[in-house]
């Protein structure tokens, strides 16, 4: 029997996989058989999320230029570098691409900072997938089945089987990986205790889910709707709930952004716990030195502390290594960019800072007497929480404090003069470069990373402002609360922004992701793993060895056939696709898992030929 491989999930991730095996099957596999299967009821490359059947009104929120499924020289693995184009440059060269609809410019060719749609990076994903095909050895045969897999059984000695949905023959294989995305999750108390009341009241409720996905039609042209959360899928809610309904933007005399509604919106009412959106992405170019990093968290740092008995403490041992060096690419770039703002030299400056103790009271005193402009210091915390302690006297009061808070961030992330920012974004990256060994660090740093990193384009919050100046959106404030009003049948919001004030409705939308959980997971394959011994972490994600993907028992032991990558694991990186240049870690991981598949491979085939020559 040939060799076999099995990858359930043929999206982003799964085709980053096959790409590095291609890389690397010279090397490893040389000229031999094999059949790699891929598993996925949706097209290979793009997957579910990045699907053509979609609205051409959700758009990516990285641009053009930042999006590649290509390693380079930058990425510290064995396998070799096999470079390609960026979304932007494939664009250009095939003549695909315009700047999507919903912008209040005229639609052009992509450029390299626009922002494309999903349907056009699926596009793009595809290519890559069929690129990647083509480029495999031609004893490698990839089979293409549009089922949904679930269940994975076998002995750890021996090939595996994986069942379909809907066939009944299982895929037999020596080795399995799973590279699933994001996957539906059972919902945890209250959410199913607000879900019953929903029900029985005939009202509307939409739990966590990905936004393309969700049944939008409960919600009501003119009614009230109690949205949670402000992150990305509360944008994309947005703008299906206006732009799709028949809304349209345009551009004032005096430039102010202006909705014209189409009168289908429902008016949303919206809060999470810090109260205010994702910080825009950063709308300019970098110029001059770049911070050198990693400086104070690297791979040493990183050993040490994962050497200690017993791991490290996230709180005590790695955030304030975390804070150091967010610290200082901030003011690496302050110095070195702006050094009018500044009252020592960078020199002397970077000497006192390398030897205080994070997070000490001798730090502070350097920065306060280094950075005269208390607006150009690093303040975490304050970044972290920008409402804590604010009271609004009114809810007018409220709306305007928001929208000049969304204002000034979007001033700030344009202009250059604050490029601080962007590199404590490029130490952000790094950091979490470093952190895929940690496990699970639980869902504050993610959470926090993706507030400061992974920000909608600057264009949605422009759009945003326009929807709240016309009463579409309204803003609710941070430390929301929601209760089910028993007596009324209504669900009841309020927030710590506006004591006293609370808002009525007959819908709420919890308006995030479900957080991934193997425990809890809706999909019958993870579910199935979990049951049959594989290990969790506390907050529910799958262990794997950090080392190449292999799932881990709960006895620590790593299984020889099987193997885990993407956000369901403990060792999730920051995205199937990243930045170039920046040693992405799932690139990183892609490369060390292929290696280990094709070794694995290779001897099984060698112990094969030599039993049939005896």
Not at 3 to 11: D, H, K, R, T, Y
Not at 425 to 447: E, K, T
């Amino acid at each position: 029997m040939r060799p076999s491989l099995v990858i359930v999930g043929a999206g982003p991730r799964g085709t980053g996989l096959l790409e590095r095996i291609a890389a690397n099957a010279a090397e490893l596999y040389g000229d031999r058989p094999l059949d790699i299967h891929l598993v996925d009821p949706h097209p290979p490359g793009g997957g579910r999320i990045w699907r053509h059947d979609q609205s051409p009104l959700l758009w990516m929120n990285s641009t053009a230029e930042d999006v590649t499924m290509f390693t380079d020289e930058s990425v510290e693995m064995a396998g070799p570098v096999r470079t390609g184009p960026t979304l932007a440059a494939w664009a250009r060269q095939t003549g695909n691409g315009t700047v999507p609809p919903g912008t209040a410019e005229a639609a052009g060719a992509l450029g390299p900072r626009d922002f494309a749609d999903r349907r056009l990076q699926g596009d793009y994903l595809g290519w890559v997938y069929d690129r990647t095909v083509a480029a495999l050895p031609p004893l490698v045969t990839v089979h293409e089945h549009r089922h949904r897999a679930v269940r994975v059984t076998g002995p750890r000695d021996g090939r595996q089987q994986v069942r379909l949905a809907g066939r009944p023959t299982p895929l037999v294989a020596d080795l399995v990986v799973l590279t699933l995305g994001h996957l539906g999750s059972e919902p945890p108390p209250e959410q199913r205790a607000l879900a019953s009341f929903a029900a029985t009241h005939g009202l509307t409720y939409l739990p966590p889910d990905f936004t393309a996905d969700s049944d939008l039609s409960g919600l009501r042209p003119g009614e009230p709707v109690l949205v949670r959360g402000m992150g990305l899928a509360f944008v994309d809610l947005t703008i299906l709930l206006t732009e799709g309904r028949g809304g349209r933007y345009l551009t004032r005399p005096d430039g102010q952004l202006a909705y014209l509604p189409s009168g289908e919106e429902p008016v949303l009412h919206v809060g999470s716990r810090r109260g205010v959106p994702y910080h825009s992405k950063i709308g300019y170019g970098w110029s001059g030195e770049r911070p050198p990093l990693p400086r104070f968290f690297g791979p040493a740092e990183a050993d040490e502390l994962l050497a200690r008995p017993g791991g490290p403490d996230f709180t005590r041992d790695v955030w304030p290594l975390i804070a150091k060096e967010l610290g200082f690419a901030h003011y690496h770039r302050l110095f070195t960019a702006h050094p009018e703002r500044t009252a020592v030299h960078w020199t002397d400056f970077e000497e006192k800072y390398a030897a205080a103790d994070p997070g000490s009271a001798a730090l502070h005193a350097l920065v306060a007497a280094s950075v005269p402009d208390p607006a150009d210091r690093l303040d975490l915390d304050t970044l972290d929480r920008p409402l804590t302690g604010v009271r609004f006297g009114s809810e007018a009061a409220l709306q305007d404090g928001l929208r000049a808070y969304i204002q000034a961030d979007l001033d700030r992330r344009h202009d250059p003069a604050h490029s601080p920012d962007q590199a404590v974004f490029l130490a952000l990256l790094s950091v979490y470069g470093q952190l895929a060994r940690f496990g699970d660090l639980g869902p504050w740093w993610h959470g926090f990373f993706s507030y400061l990193a992974s920000g909608p384009p600057g264009p949605r919050l422009r759009q945003l402002l326009a929807l709240s100046r016309a009463g579409v959106v309204k803003f609710l404030g941070a430390d929301v609360t929601v209760t089910a009003d028993e007596a009324a049948g209504l669900f009841r919001a309020g927030s710590a922004s506006l004591p006293g004030t609370e808002v009525t409705a007959r819908a709420l939308v919890e308006a995030r992701l479900p957080a991934p959980s193997v425990t809890h997971s809706r999909d019958a394959l993870l579910r199935g793993l979990y049951a049959d011994g594989a290990a969790a972490t506390p907050g529910g994600l799958l262990r794997v060895d950090a080392a190449d993907g292999r799932v881990l028992d709960r006895a620590g032991r790593a299984h020889p056939r099987r193997f885990a990558l993407g956000p369901h694991t403990d060792a999730r990186a920051s995205g199937a696709f990243t930045r170039p240049g920046t040693n992405a870690p799932s690139f990183r991981q892609n490369d060390a898992t292929a290696r280990t598949l094709l070794a694995f491979l290779a001897g099984r085939t060698t112990k094969d030929s030599h039993a049939a020559d005896q």
